[in-house]
C-alpha cells in the first residue's frame, strides 16, 4: 500500500464512528417520516369515508317522509281558518 491510502484509511477509520452515528441518526429521521406520512394519509382517508358516510346518511333522513302534525292537517279548503276579510259584496248578500 502506498503511503497515501494508509493515510486515508486511517482518517476513514477515526471517522467511522461518527459516520455511522450520523447514517443511524438520518435513517431514524427517514423511519419517522415514512411512519408519520403512513399516519396522516390514513387519517385523511379515514376522515374522507366519514364525511361520506355522514352526508349519505344525512341524505337518506331527509329523503324519509316526515309524520309531524303540521304535515298532516287537511288544508283550509273552506276558507274557515283564512285570515282574509270578507269582501262587502259577498258580506252584505249573506245578511
Known amino acids: 500500500m502506498s503511503v497515501e491510502k494508509v493515510n486515508q484509511y486511517k482518517k476513514e477509520k477515526a471517522g467511522r464512528k461518527e459516520t455511522l452515528q450520523k447514517q443511524k441518526k438520518q435513517a431514524k429521521f427517514v ?3 415514512v ?36 304535515t ?3 288544508g283550509d279548503m273552506a ?14 248578500a249573506e245578511g
Open 31 to 33: 423511519k419517522a417520516g
Open 35 to 70: 411512519i408519520l406520512g403512513a399516519v396522516l394519509a390514513l387519517a385523511l382517508i379515514a376522515g374522507a369515508i366519514g364525511v361520506t358516510i355522514r352526508n349519505e346518511r344525512n341524505a337518506y333522513l331527509a329523503s324519509l317522509p316526515t309524520y309531524k302534525a303540521e
Open 72 to 74: 298532516m292537517l287537511v
Open 79 to 92: 276558507g274557515v281558518l283564512s285570515d282574509e276579510e270578507i269582501p262587502e259584496t259577498e258580506a252584505g
